[in-house]
Nanobody, 122 residues
């Protein structure tokens, strides 16, 4: 199983970016997907989560500005980021709680994407 994140880049304050993350491999189901971020010198922090039942939660610092969505059929999760601020600058990581199969073995595991850089600057 692999997670591939994309969509990072440079945005001006007040601008928008959309991140996407696609999971691939021998996936049976995905229970939860999430976005985290890590700014230089800081701990990795949770940004938003979404369940297989389409229930989403947000960190206070992005509420009203970011929207997480998922496409279960395509095993993808997206993060629409609006009204970006310089303090949103960070590496953004997607995470998925996956039920997968390897041969005859059914297992559950959490996977992380490689990180995509978001820079908000004028």
């Amino acid at each position: 199983v692999q997670l591939q994140a994309s969509g990072g880049g440079l945005a001006q304050p007040g601008g928008s970016l959309r991140l996407s993350c696609a999971a691939s491999g021998s996936i049976l189901s995905i229970n939860n997907m999430a976005w985290y971020r890590q700014a230089p010198g800081n701990e990795r922090e949770l940004v938003a989560t979404i369940t297989s039942g389409d229930i989403s939660t947000y960190a206070d610092f992005v509420k009203g500005r970011f929207t997480i969505s998922s496409d279960i059929a395509k095993n993808t999760v997206s993060l629409q980021m609006n009204s970006l601020k310089p303090e949103d600058t960070a590496l953004y990581y997607c995470k998925a709680d996956v039920q997968a199969v390897a041969g005859d073995i059914l297992y559950e595991r959490t996977y992380w994407g490689q990180g995509t850089l978001v820079t908000v600057s004028s």
